[in-house]
């Protein structure tokens, strides 16, 4: 499986940004996604799942960001809103199986907020 996510850039705190990551290859390999993020000096996190019917989300970001999934376009998204300063990182999606095995990551995509 190969990932492709885009969708970050510079935002002003209170902004909003959907970041994209579009799966090709083995697509039906994929049951799950997880969102993370990695902000300068500090662990990657994660941030956000999807899979299974289900959505889960770490509580600094419950009520501001929303995952979801485009089968039609094979793209898995997260759309952040009401964006703030610690919520800056490098954010990447990262494909699981069903079995909970690591199908590959996408590039990371650079989120700034700042004013």
């Known amino acids: 499986v190969q990932l492709q996510a885009s969708g970050g850039g510079l935002v002003q705190p209170g902004g909003s940004l959907r970041l994209s990551c579009v799966a090709s290859?083995?697509?039906?390999?994929?049951?799950?996604m997880l969102w993370y993020r990695q902000a300068p000096g500090k662990q990657r996190d994660v941030v956000a799942f999807?899979?299974?019917?289900?959505?889960n989300y770490r509580d600094s970001v419950k009520g501001r960001f929303t995952v979801s999934r485009d089968s039609a376009k094979n793209t898995w998204s997260l759309e952040m809103n009401s964006l703030k300063p610690e919520d800056t990182a490098v954010y990447y999606c990262n494909a699981i199986s069903r079995n909970g095995g690591d199908l590959g990551w996408g590039q990371g995509t650079q989120v700034t907020v700042s004013s």
């Open positions: 290859g083995n697509i039906e390999s994929i049951n799950s």
């Open positions: 999807i899979g299974g019917g289900r959505t």
